[in-house]
């Protein structure tokens, strides 16, 4: 590390006494594999240990200037950890004496760059510097739909697409999940959004991040026609499912091989909220456009028993 003031020294000397019991090591002026060269490049200091279940390399870069670190400075730190030929780190975190001007703290939050002041590292928790946070949000969507007296049929989906309902003047109101959805999203949620705000309320102190809103709109007298078979009935229970939920993420960076002798970098993202586990490997480059591996499969579930695999370019 090139030569500080006391108070960075400081920090480095906290950040080792946070951590070093956790069996994290902490090295100054590290010499840090870069992606592509068999060149090393300099980190003012480098961290790396344990982060709950995940093993992290977390870069600082201390800048001790006399004015704001600018958008032009950071510009710069970001291709040195995120460019090409990009320094092979987990994370990393600037901290700046004097803080940073609007314009660095704009891209900072767009980039998911963490920013500290002296003081404000001085005060932070290093033992939590590893995996960020992660929202699954599915948003509201009709999940289930009742009907008394029940109608047993071999496959809900086909009947929810195929199945119509005529109201008692004989007027056909349309497939089944087409009037859930009208009675929902088009008539129930624009006229009471005190039921959609309690809705959300409920959604925000679930534990298991999802809620269920139950509507019943009045069909008393409707019928049901499905494959050339009427159904009367006498209610209809149409329910509401949403999920919002935070989790822990993980980010994974690792070379891949080719036959050809090529080698190409990749970044995985492990995240886990809402009762699933989803596994997303995304190749490093703009061009030519990336092929994205996904894996989604509820919580608990190993390989791929249970999970979705999708490949596509996005």
């Keep these: 590390m090139p030569a500080r003031t006391n108070d960075f020294q400081e920090l480095v000397s906290l950040i080792e006494r946070t ?48 004015r704001k670190l600018d958008i032009g400075a950071f510009d710069a730190l970001c291709q040195k950890y995120r460019g090409e030929c990009r320094v092979l780190v987990d994370k990393f975190v600037i901290v700046s004496r004097n803080g940073f001007t609007k314009g660095a703290k704009e891209k900072a939050t767009r980039l998911d760059v963490e920013l500290l002041t002296l003081d404000e590292a001085k005060e932070k928790d290093w033992s939590k510097t590893g995996p960020g946070t992660c929202t699954f949000q599915k948003p509201p969507h009709v999940c289930k739909i009742f009907f008394l007296p029940p109608i047993e049929v071999p496959d809900v989906k086909d009947f929810w697409h195929h199945g119509h309902l005529l109201c ?92 050809r002798g090529d080698s190409r970098l990749l970044h995985q993202i492990e ?35 249970g999970g979705r695999r999708k490949r596509g370019h996005h």
């Design 271 to 305: 995240m886990s909220g809402g009762g699933m586990d989803l596994s997303l490997i995304i190749p490093d480059g703009p061009t030519p456009p990336p092929q994205i591996g996904l894996r989604v499969q509820p919580s608990g579930k190993k390989g791929s028993e």
């Design 168 to 259: 008692p003047h004989g007027h056909d109101h349309g497939p089944i999940i087409q009037y859930a959805n009208c009675k929902i999203f088009h008539q129930l949620f624009p006229s009471r959004p005190d039921v959609v705000k309690a809705f959300q309320q409920k959604l925000a102190r679930s534990p298991q991040g999802e809620a269920v809103l139950i509507a019943k709109p009045p069909v008393n007298g409707f019928t049901v026609s499905y494959r050339g078979q009427q159904h009367q009935i006498s209610s209809m229970a149409i329910h509401v499912h949403a999920v919002s939920q935070t989790g822990t993420g993980k980010h994974s960076i690792f070379h891949r091989q080719s036959s």
């Design 19 to 66: 951590l070093a019991p956790k069996g994290a090591k902490i090295t100054d002026s590290a010499e840090v594999e870069v992606f592509g060269l068999a060149t090393t490049r300099e980190v003012d200091v480098l961290i790396e240990g344990p982060y709950g279940p995940y093993t992290m390399k977390v870069a600082v870069e201390a800048k001790d200037e006399g």
